[in-house]
């Protein structure tokens, strides 16, 4: 014989236990944030948020249309909280975050008979991190950069409500994307080189050399070399610089196939095994030359312009669609060949443009000769960072670096071409 609880009972258990379980956490954030002569500023125990949560239950389920024994109970417990809060004030100690937790316990009972058992469990272990991450959020509302959330909030707003708006019809000629697709693109690859320049700024504040090296080349390989590169020049001959510039090329490939599986899914299937082969060459050569590192105590800023910015998208979305362009322009009249060419000149600038482009775009080419313009383009950009190694960092002090990051290159151009 099957046993089967009843719903009712096991939501009212459900919100039973979990009021009970947010009262015994707001004694423990009292204990943890607040002397004990504060005591008498906090209202309700363990026993109260208990009952607050089962009256909301209760209340709820006898009157579910009207509401009106629901709304009652929750006036009479918010005038309670004011004649509380109205003390609080005299002796300036005002704060209405245990009537913010209480509504939400009390909100329970209904949560949980309207949703499924997900619901209150979230909000329940929402309430848990929020009450315990009060140190964390004071330090990050004092880390961060104010201007940094007006940007984001720019960016949410052109993604979240203009995006879903823009055509997703080819409407500009000689163009072979819709405008929607053409700023999902812009999107998703500033999404990627924001993740990383998030890590590199906040997450790990005090990094060392190194690993300023591995992040900084998640979001820009290119810019990461030459902070590193002047860094050298400042430290001299440093094995620990030579490693690092390597590192950040090791992580392009990395991150070139996380986005071609966005975009292309069978480009970066192929992708896979070259690319990876070549990161792990890299940071091969980055480890071998991290044993002969005096240190990695060191501490430098990369760019701090965010890759969010709204110009920046906008200067990105124009070189997209020029490079989708010239890549049509090119494809027609010079071939495969061409392609290749093109490929090769590309990655002497900013190569994810004509990337998106090549995986976008609908070209009268096969998937071998995408595959090939990609992997050129980015061994060329390789030989690019040598240059800027060599000339920021003083050939004395990047020669090693240079030079690896240029055989990184050579023998990636070359497989391109001959694949």
Not at 83 to 96: G, L, N
Not at 126 to 140: D, E, M, P, T, Y
Request: proline share 3%; hydrophobic share 50%; with cysteine.
């Amino acid at each position: 014989m099957n046993f089967q609880l009843n719903p009712v009972l096991l939501h009212f258990l459900l919100v039973t236990v979990f009021s009970f379980l947010i009262g015994l956490e707001v004694r423990t954030y009292k204990d943890r944030f607040h002397s004990n002569n504060d005591r008498i500023n906090f209202i309700g125990t363990a026993r109260t948020y208990t009952f607050i949560g089962m009256l909301g239950f209760i209340f709820y389920k006898i009157e579910p249309i009207h509401l009106s024994l629901y709304i009652a109970v929750l006036i009479s417990l918010t005038i309670l909280y004011s004649i509380f809060y109205y003390k609080r004030v005299i002796s300036q100690k005002q704060s209405i975050l245990l009537y913010l937790v209480m509504l939400c316990v009390y909100s329970f009972g209904p949560i949980s008979i309207l949703y499924p058992l997900w619901m209150p469990s979230l909000l329940f272990v929402l309430i848990i991190f929020i009450l315990n991450a009060k140190l964390s959020i004071q330090r990050l509302s004092i880390g961060i950069n104010l201007k940094e959330f007006e940007t984001l909030g720019k960016m949410v707003l052109l993604s979240a409500v203009i995006l879903p708006i823009l055509p997703d019809t080819k409407v500009i000629p000689y163009i072979p994307l819709s405008p929607f697709k053409i700023w999902l693109a812009v999107v998703v690859i500033s999404g990627i080189s924001y993740g990383g320049y998030l890590s590199q700024k906040y997450l790990f504040p005090n990094r060392g050399y190194f690993l300023t090296g591995i992040i900084g080349g998640s979001y820009s390989s290119t810019a990461t070399t030459v902070v590193l590169a002047r860094k050298g020049n400042l430290l001299g001959v440093n094995t620990l610089i030579d490693a690092s510039i390597i590192a950040a090329t090791s992580i392009m490939y990395i991150r070139l196939i996380l986005v071609a599986m966005v975009f292309n899914f069978s480009i970066g299937e192929k992708l896979v095994v070259p690319f990876s082969i070549f990161a792990l060459l890299g940071f091969g050569l980055s480890i071998f030359y991290m044993r002969y590192a005096k240190n990695d105590k060191g501490d430098l800023d990369l760019d701090d312009s965010n890759p969010l910015e709204l110009r920046t998208a906008f200067i990105f979305a124009f070189l997209f669609v020029v490079m989708m362009i010239l890549t049509e322009y090119v494809i027609r009249f010079y071939g495969s060949e061409g392609l290749k060419a093109l490929s090769f000149m590309v990655g002497f600038s900013d190569i994810d443009p004509f990337v998106l482009s090549i995986l976008t775009g609908k070209y009268t080419v096969n998937l071998n000769e995408i595959l090939s313009a990609i992997i050129i383009a980015s061994g060329s950009n390789n030989l690019l960072k040598a240059i800027y190694a060599i000339y920021f960092g003083g050939i004395k002090n990047t020669w090693r670096s240079a030079l690896w990051i240029s055989i990184l290159g050579i023998l990636t151009i070359s497989y391109g071409f001959f694949i």
